[in-house]
């Protein structure tokens, strides 16, 4: 499945659509700042929420946590690094490496792609591409995206 993402979405907006690779709104992502950080909530096109990504602010690294239902699917963290910086996403044990900042990464379990992160351009605007390569995992990978939007954000 390919999903985009325009490119200010995050950074700006206190609500933005997901869209398919036909341009369709796939999924609605609202944004909800707290003194405890930032909350984001994944929801389908009818707005039945599907998941939810929070920062952890008790953390020396970038950590986001991702809840399906009340039960933690995954957290996501920034791991510790003098080269390129990079996420480990525990629970599937999955890896991102790439460059995060620009958009143009990989998360990956093992060698395994699990979805490749792109800058692409639309007539909506600047955006991002993310390609999953199996649809059980549409769900993480775009909580895991978010996350590390949310992270390299200023």
């Given at each position: 499945?390919?999903?985009?993402?325009?490119?200010?979405?995050?950074?700006?907006?206190?609500?933005?659509?997901?869209?398919?690779?036909?341009?369709?709104?796939?999924?609605?992502?609202?944004?909800?700042?707290?003194?405890?950080?930032?909350k984001l909530h994944i929801k389908d096109i009818y707005?039945?929420?599907?998941?939810?990504?929070?920062?952890?602010?008790?953390?020396?690294?970038?950590?986001?946590?991702?809840?399906?239902?009340?039960?933690?699917?995954?957290?996501?963290?920034?791991?510790?690094?003098?080269?390129?910086?990079?996420?480990?996403?525990?629970?599937?044990?999955?890896?991102?490496?790439?460059?995060?900042?620009?958009?143009?990464?990989?998360?990956?379990?093992?060698?395994?792609?699990?979805?490749?992160?792109?800058?692409?351009?639309?007539?909506?605007?600047?955006?991002?591409?993310?390609?999953?390569?199996?649809?059980?995992?549409?769900?993480?990978?775009?909580?895991?995206?978010?996350?590390?939007?949310?992270?390299?954000?200023?």
């Amino acid at each position: 499945m390919i999903l985009y993402i325009k490119q200010e979405g995050l950074s700006e907006a206190d609500s933005f659509t997901v869209k398919n690779d036909s341009g369709m709104d796939a999924y609605y992502v609202e944004n909800e700042y707290e003194k405890a950080g930032i909350k984001l909530h994944i929801k389908d096109i009818y707005h039945n929420e599907l998941a939810v990504v929070k920062q952890k602010l008790a953390s020396l690294v970038p950590c986001f946590l991702v809840e399906e239902n009340g039960s933690r699917m995954a957290s996501i963290k920034k791991a510790i690094s003098v080269f390129a910086p990079h996420y480990n996403i525990k629970g599937p044990e999955w890896t991102v490496s790439g460059d995060l900042s620009s958009h143009d990464y990989t998360i990956k379990k093992g060698s395994r792609n699990i979805a490749v992160i792109t800058r692409a351009w639309f007539p909506w605007g600047d955006s991002y591409e993310i390609d999953v390569t199996d649809d059980k995992n549409t769900l993480l990978s775009l909580a895991a995206v978010l996350a590390i939007d949310a992270a390299c954000s200023p």
